[in-house]
């Protein structure tokens, strides 16, 4: 395993070396072949339906009770 290529799952890094969460699987085919993408620290690259997509984490909504 690579820094550039990580396993599935096992999260990844940018290129300034900053590791990141990785998705499980593409959000549009379904496939698991997901790599970083070097042009957002957010990025993924699916390389079974060439698309690009971003992750974010906007944040946590709690109840009312909460």
Same mark, same amino acid.
Request: net charge negative; charged share 25%.
């Given at each position: 395993? &690579? ?9 990844? !890094? $940018? #290129? ?10 593409? /959000?549009?085919? #379904? $496939?698991? $072949?997901?790599? /970083?993408?070097?042009? &957002? ?10 698309? +690009? !997509?971003? +992750? &974010? !984490? ?9």
């Amino acid at each position: 395993m &690579s820094a550039n290529h990580p396993e599935r799952g096992t999260g990844g !890094f $940018d #290129g300034a070396g900053e590791q990141r969460a990785a998705p499980q699987y593409c /959000p549009y085919c #379904g $496939d698991e $072949d997901l790599r /970083p993408e070097p042009s &957002s620290h957010r990025a993924w690259n699916c390389r079974a339906c060439a698309r +690009v !997509f971003e +992750v &974010s !984490f906007i944040g946590l909504k709690l109840g009312a009770g909460a």
